[in-house]
């Protein structure tokens, strides 16, 4: 319904005055009272079973919101579910730029994460974190970009990858369980962490920096291990397939060499006699 009620579109002003038994052009003078609109709008809206967005209504949202925000942060992808959200709520929704506003709180899921997070950041793990944006002479790269490159040959790759886990079972990575995030957010701080640089890291703050790397920690511990198994299996695979071509022919040189020998006997006068 547009705010100018009069311009509203012909067709529809027919339409709806043949229900009504009205003259079409009576919408004309429609909200000469100032107080109409709204007082129909109340009207309607408690016909229908809906409320209009009061405190309550608005802090409910911005929970679901936080909800969303903690499995990902794209305003696009908040917009919409915030304004479904209101409909199966049977809330009025507030003007679009009060709905964007409460979109764009998306450093509330930040604050969350850290909360929620805050018993495994100790001294001793904040500083074992940090360690991974640092060169280390050892492998001559930090350890979050060692940790990123994958695998590339499975033979030669089974020793890194047994490098790496060995690595993250050190640091006791494989028994971060960190439930108290939702799945898609753990994924999302995981990407977050490949895809930005050490340096990157390092300037981000501590309570976004923390969060990142602890679930890149335990992400990397997964897919390490799922690597190592995968390489394994393909190592095993191919000596297996190896060692069949391999009897093959050698049964192929015996049944051959077999033969020469048969028919060597063959043409043996002494053998015939």
Same mark, same amino acid.
Request: charged residues 30%; proline residues 5%; contains cysteine.
């Given at each position: 319904?547009?705010?100018?009620?009069?311009?509203?579109?012909?067709?529809?002003?027919?339409?709806?005055?043949?229900?009504?038994?009205?003259?079409?052009?009576?919408?004309?003078?429609?909200?000469?009272?100032?107080?109409?609109?709204?007082?129909?709008?109340?009207?309607?809206?408690?016909?229908?079973?809906?409320?209009?967005?009061?405190?309550?209504?608005?802090?409910?949202?911005?929970?679901?919101?936080?909800?969303?925000?903690?499995?990902?942060?794209?305003?696009?992808?908040?917009?919409?579910?915030?304004?479904?959200?209101?409909?199966?709520?049977?809330?009025? %929704?507030?003007?679009?730029? !009060? =709905?964007?506003? $409460?979109?764009?709180?998306?450093?509330?899921?930040? +604050? &969350?994460?850290?909360? #929620?997070?805050?018993?495994?950041?100790?001294?001793?793990?904040?500083?074992?974190?940090?360690?991974?944006?640092?060169?280390?002479?050892?492998?001559?790269?930090?350890?979050?970009?060692?940790?990123?490159?994958?695998?590339?040959?499975?033979?030669?790759?089974?020793?890194?990858?047994?490098?790496?886990?060995?690595?993250?079972?050190?640091?006791?990575?494989?028994?971060?369980?960190?439930?108290?995030?939702?799945?898609?957010? %753990?994924?999302?701080?995981? !990407? =977050?962490?490949? $895809?930005?640089?050490?340096?990157?890291?390092?300037? +981000? &703050?501590?309570?976004? #920096?923390?969060?990142?790397?602890?679930?890149?920690?335990?992400?990397?511990?997964?897919?390490?291990?799922?690597?190592?198994?995968?390489?394994?299996?393909?190592?095993?695979?191919?000596?297996?397939?190896?060692?069949?071509?391999?009897?093959?022919?050698?049964?192929?040189?015996?049944?051959?060499?077999?033969?020469?020998?048969?028919?060597?006997?063959?043409?043996?006068?002494?053998?015939?006699?």
């Amino acid at each position: 319904m547009p705010d100018d009620v009069a311009a509203a579109h012909r067709v529809a002003v027919v339409r709806l005055a043949e229900q009504l038994r009205v003259d079409p052009d009576a919408i004309r003078s429609y909200g000469r009272r100032a107080k109409t609109r709204t007082q129909h709008l109340r009207l309607a809206a408690a016909y229908l079973g809906w409320r209009a967005p009061k405190t309550l209504e608005l802090k409910e949202l911005d929970e679901f919101l936080l909800a969303r925000a903690l499995e990902h942060e794209s305003p696009l992808l908040l917009f919409r579910p915030a304004c479904e959200y209101l409909i199966s709520a049977r809330v009025i %929704r507030p003007a679009p730029v !009060t =709905v964007v506003e $409460r979109v764009a709180r998306r450093e509330e899921a930040w +604050r &969350e994460t850290f909360d #929620r997070l805050a018993h495994e950041f100790t001294e001793q793990r904040c500083t074992g974190l940090d360690s991974l944006s640092a060169v280390d002479p050892e492998i001559g790269m930090t350890r979050l970009r060692w940790l990123g490159q994958g695998p590339v040959e499975a033979s030669p790759a089974v020793k890194a990858e047994v490098a790496k886990l060995t690595f993250l079972r050190g640091v006791d990575a494989h028994t971060l369980d960190l439930p108290v995030l939702p799945a898609d957010r %753990r994924r999302f701080l995981a !990407t =977050v962490g490949r $895809r930005l640089t050490s340096q990157a890291l390092q300037r +981000r &703050e501590p309570q976004r #920096r923390y969060p990142i790397l602890l679930t890149l920690l335990a992400q990397s511990a997964t897919d390490v291990l799922d690597e190592v198994v995968q390489l394994f299996d393909q190592a095993v695979s191919a000596r297996e397939s190896k060692a069949v071509h391999k009897m093959r022919d050698a049964l192929a040189e015996r049944g051959k060499a077999g033969k020469d020998r048969l028919a060597a006997v063959g043409r043996d006068p002494g053998h015939r006699r």
